[in-house]
């Protein structure tokens, strides 16, 4: 398609994004401020709350007083960092912002409003980000009347440490803006993967096999928690097993994650929550921060059962889905096979790419797991991917071989 000459000029002011605002100023939001601050761009961090701005400005000077001190910056690049950042109440104040991500509760009729009313105060030619971890960009790009400008740019928290981010365009994002969020993400020194706009993105999708397939094995009576996260950590080599990262996260958050994730794929089995994480986060029991949820944080942590066979065997049935699952995402255009063990590996920590793993395995290892699992429950949660089975027929492999 030839560009008419308001679009050439659309992209060329594309091509640098140094004005950045960022919408809410709680943990997340500071975080992205401080990867843009430090990768030189202006950034204005926009919040309601005055009081929460001082919070953010002065966890801001800890943070970056803790860096000089262990000498990962200069006193000169903490000074630049905090000069290039501006903290503002008024949205008004983001009008000749380039960039604009909102980091604010995760409800979309709060985030489509607030879209709405950043149009009539941005330049056209503003790219108008989420960084919502699940809801639809298509949505929330259709509150906008130049709905191609919108995209979902999703961090992970602690946003200055973790490397990985989502970039995620609506079907009515503009190419030139895809280009421009992935172009700008990266110089920002992050790793980016490219995901569809379907619920969970690449991790929030692809891991739920992680908690949900050891929630069950648990379930069934196969092995205490202490034991399926020994296993995890043991043969898996994850840095954490399922259950002690639930309790880190949150059991609230990570179980409000999967059932939005169940409800967005209209019920599909394989993302079907668990009625024991449902009722520990009715019990008020979400984790590490009160004190209680599959772990009693108050007492001494259980012993488990160091059993190798036991323990390999839980790895590959967890491990076997989560292969499923990245296999599936893949099939379904989701992503590339690169960006999805990327994701995986940057964003969640995984010690190897799933789809790697699966080559490592062998791809009919992992089809004849999934069908025996099959026929032993005969769920459809543990259908297998009909790239699996199409690989393995063929003796093809994620990566090719030398």
Known sequence: MIESNNQKSTIDNHQSL???????????????AQVAATAGCSVKLFDVNQGALDKSKAALEVTLSKLVEKEKITAETK?????????????????????????????????RKLFAELESIVAPTSILASNTSSLSIASIAAS????????????????PLMQLVEVIPA?????????????????????????????????????????????????????????????????????????ELMDFIGNDVNYAVTESVFTSFYFDPRYKPSFTQKRLSEAGFYGRKSGRGF?????????????????????????????????????????????????????VNYPKGLLAWADELGIQWCVDKLDALYDEYREDRYRCSPLLRRMAKTNQQFYKSD
């Not at 130049?146 to 602690?158: L, Q, S, T, Y």
């Not at 920002?188 to 379907?198: G, L």
């Not at 059993?307 to 590339?336: G, P, W, Y």
Request: charged share 20%; proline share 3%.
């Open 18 to 32: 140094i004005r950045v605002a960022i919408i809410g100023s709680g943990t997340m939001g500071s975080g992205i």
């Open 79 to 111: 000074a630049g960092i905090q000069s290039r950042t501006t903290y503002v109440t008024s949205l008004s104040d983001l009008s000749d912002a380039d960039l604009v991500i909102e980091a604010i509760v995760e409800n979309l009729e709060v985030k």
């Open 144 to 159: 906008c009347q130049k709905a191609d400008r919108v995209i979902g740019i999703h961090f992970f928290n602690p946003a």
């Open 171 to 243: 079907v009515q994002t503009a190419e030139t803006v895809l280009q421009t969020a992935v172009e700008t993400i990266r110089s920002w020194k992050k790793v980016v993967a490219v995901a569809k706009d379907t619920p969970g993105f690449i991790v929030n999708r692809v891991a739920r096999p992680f908690y949900s397939e050891s929630l069950r094995i648990y379930e069934e009576g196969m092995a205490d928690f202490a034991t399926i996260d020994w296993a995890l950590k043991t043969v898996g080599g994850f840095r954490m097993g399922a259950f």
């Open 295 to 347: 772990y009693d944080y108050s007492t001494a942590m259980p012993q488990p059962t160091e059993d190798t066979a036991l323990a390999q065997c839980i790895f590959q049935r967890v491990i076997v889905m989560l292969i499923n699952e990245a296999a599936d995402a893949h099939f379904l255009n989701v992503a590339s096979v690169q960006d999805i063990d990327n994701a995986m590996t940057k964003g």
